[in-house]
C-alpha cells in the first residue's frame, strides 16, 4: 500500500467500499508524507496527527458497517490557514493575531466536508493575510516549490498546492482573490478552481469583499467536482451565496460524455500581445490547446478586448488590507511584512470616489467579459506568463515590476469578473517546472468549466508533468 498516497480522493473511497484498504491506513501515510512535506517545503502551519488518526478510526468503523457520513469519508483534506477550522488557531500567517481564543467555529466549506467524514490532515501556510501571489510570511516563513524547493511555491494558497501536490493528502481548501489558487496549483503540477463568486459559501466575509473566492486544489478535475459538491451546500452566514446547483457537478461530468466537443474556444496566447509570455510556457499552453482542438472543440485564436485592469484592482485589493489591519496598534501594525505595510499605507490613502471608480472598472469588465462569452463557450490562456521563480521574494529577479500583479495579468481579471476559472497542469517549461493552462468560463458556468478540465485530463495532458519527487 506504499502507494496511498499517490491515489485521488475517488480511488480512495472506491478502496474504502471495497475494503481493499481503510482511511486508517491511508491517513497513517498521509501523515508521514505531510511531516516529509514539511521538512522539505514548509507546507504547513498545523499538522494534527493524533486528531487525524481519531477522525480516520471514526471514519473507518462507519465504512466497515457500510454507513459512511458522505461521499468524502475518510478521505484526507488539508485547509488554508485563512478559513476558520474548529479546535486550532487561525492565524493567516501574522505575528499580529494571538493564539488565544476558544476556536470553536468553522467556516462554512470546512463544516460542510467535516458533515461528510472528511479528515483533517492540517493547516496550509499563506503569505499574510494572503495578499500577495507568493507564501511567504513574517509568522511562518516561505513556502518552496516541489519541484525545486529553492523556488517558490506561488500564493497565496501556496502551502496548499505544495501539500497536495507531495501526497499529504489529495483534496484542499483554498482561497483565490486574485488567482490565489490557480497561481499555486500552476506552479505546482496540481489542479484548482476559482468557482464563480458566491458558489461557496464564505464566513466570516472577506475584507476583500467579493474579489475573494473559496476553491478547491487537487489531483484532478474529478476531484474537484466532488469537493465543489460538498462545500457549495447552503450556510445561512453568507448572505451572498448562490442558489443550489442542480444535479451537482460530478453529475455534470458524468453526462458531459462529450467532453469539450462543439465548444467553442477563444484561445488568447498573450491577451492581444499585452503580456509578454516564456517561449517553454506558451510552448506548453500551446499543445494543450491543440489537444482541445483534437477532442473535438472549435478553437479560434482571439482574446478579449480589455485594457489592463491592473490600478483599478490594486485600488480594490490595497484598501481590503488597508481595512483588515485597521484595528491594529502602532505595534502590531511594527509586525506586518513590509510589503504589507506598503500597500496597506497605499490603500488607506485612497478616497471614496477612487474605490468607486474602480467598481465602475470592474462592472464595465464584467459586462465585456459577458458579451464575449455570448460568442465563446471558453477562454484559454496561461495561468501564469512564466514558471516558479526563487523562494522569498514576490517578483522575479530582474522584473520591471514592484508588485505580484505584475506577473499574474491572466489571473486576477477574472476576480473583478467573479468568472470562474482553472488551471490544468499542461507541460514543464526550463528546468522541469510545471506549467498550468487556464480554463475560463461565464459566470454560473463552473459545471462547463470543470467538464473541459476533466476532458483534458481523460486525454492525458496531466500525464505531460511528471510528478514532484521528495
Keep these: 500500500m506504499s ?23 491511508v491517513v497513517h501515510a498521509v501523515l508521514e508524507r505531510a511531516v516529509e512535506a514539511q521538512a522539505r517545503v514548509n507546507a504547513f502551519v498545523r499538522i494534527d496527527g493524533d486528531g487525524a488518526l481519531d477522525e480516520a478510526a471514526e471514519s473507518t468503523e462507519r465504512w466497515r458497517r457500510g454507513t459512511p457520513a458522505g461521499p468524502l469519508d475518510g478521505v484526507p483534506v488539508t485547509v488554508k490557514d485563512m478559513l476558520l477550522t474548529r479546535g486550532a488557531p487561525t492565524l493567516k500567517g501574522s505575528l499580529a493575531l494571538s493564539e488565544e481564543g476558544a476556536w470553536v467555529e468553522d467556516a462554512p466549506s470546512v463544516a ?62 483554498g482561497t483565490d482573490g486574485g488567482g490565489s489558487v490557480r497561481i499555486p496549483a500552476a506552479f505546482c503540477g496540481v489542479f484548482a478552481m476559482k468557482p464563480t463568486y458566491g458558489r461557496v459559501p464564505i464566513h466570516p466575509a472577506s475584507p476583500f469583499g467579493t474579489l475573494a473566492h473559496v476553491g478547491p486544489i487537487t489531483r484532478d478535475a474529478a476531484d474537484a467536482a466532488a469537493l465543489m459538491d460538498a462545500v457549495t451546500a447552503p450556510d445561512p452566514r453568507d448572505w451572498s451565496q448562490l442558489g443550489p446547483v442542480e444535479g451537482g457537478f460530478r453529475s455534470a461530468l458524468a453526462e458531459g460524455a ?47 478586448d480589455f485594457a489592463d485592469p491592473v490600478e483599478s484592482f490594486h485600488t480594490l485589493w490595497f484598501s481590503g488590507t488597508a481595512r483588515v489591519t485597521q484595528p491594529f496598534t502602532p505595534e502590531q501594525l511594527d509586525l506586518l511584512d513590509p510589503g504589507l505595510r506598503e500597500v496597506r499605507d497605499e490603500g488607506a490613502r485612497a478616497g471614496a470616489l477612487d474605490y468607486l471608480a474602480a467598481v465602475d472598472e470592474r462592472m464595465a ?21 512564466i514558471t516558479a521563480f526563487e523562494l522569498g521574494v514576490e517578483v522575479p529577479a530582474g522584473s520591471p515590476h514592484d508588485r505580484w500583479t505584475g506577473w499574474t495579468p491572466f489571473t486576477y481579471p477574472f476576480n473583478m469578473t467573479q468568472q470562474p476559472a482553472a488551471s490544468v497542469p499542461c507541460g514543464v517549461g526550463d528546468g522541469g517546472m510545471p506549467v498550468g493552462v487556464q480554463l475560463v468560463g461565464a459566470r454560473h458556468q463552473d459545471a462547463l468549466v470543470l467538464r473541459a478540465a476533466h476532458a483534458l485530463y481523460e486525454a492525458g495532458l496531466a500525464s505531460r508533468v511528471p510528478a514532484p519527487r521528495l
Aim: glycine content about 16%; aromatic content about 6%; hydrophobic content about 35%.
Design 112 to 173: 460542510r466536508l467535516r458533515e461528510q467524514g472528511a479528515v483533517f490532515v492540517g493547516k496550509t501556510t499563506t503569505p499574510e493575510f494572503g495578499w500577495k501571489g507568493t507564501t511567504d510570511s513574517p509568522r511562518h516563513g516561505a513556502t518552496g516549490n516541489p519541484y525545486d524547493a529553492q523556488r517558490t511555491a506561488g500564493g497565496s494558497s501556496g502551502g496548499s498546492a505544495a501539500a497536495v501536490a507531495l501526497g499529504a493528502g489529495p483534496l484542499s481548501l
Design 258 to 304: 462529450d467532453g469539450v466537443r462543439g465548444l467553442r474556444i477563444a484561445y488568447a496566447p498573450d491577451l492581444g500581445g499585452r503580456v509578454a509570455v516564456d517561449p517553454a510556457v506558451g510552448e506548453a499552453v500551446r499543445g494543450a490547446v491543440a489537444l482541445l482542438a483534437k477532442l473535438g472543440a472549435e478553437v479560434f485564436e482571439e482574446g478579449p
Design 3 to 25: 502507494d496511498l498516497t499517490s491515489r485521488t480522493a475517488a480511488q480512495l473511497t472506491a478502496g474504502y467500499q471495497t475494503g481493499e484498504f481503510s482511511p486508517t491506513d
Design 365 to 385: 469588465l464584467g459586462t465585456r467579459m459577458g458579451l464575449f462569452h455570448q460568442r465563446y463557450d471558453l477562454l484559454v490562456t496561461p495561468t501564469l506568463p
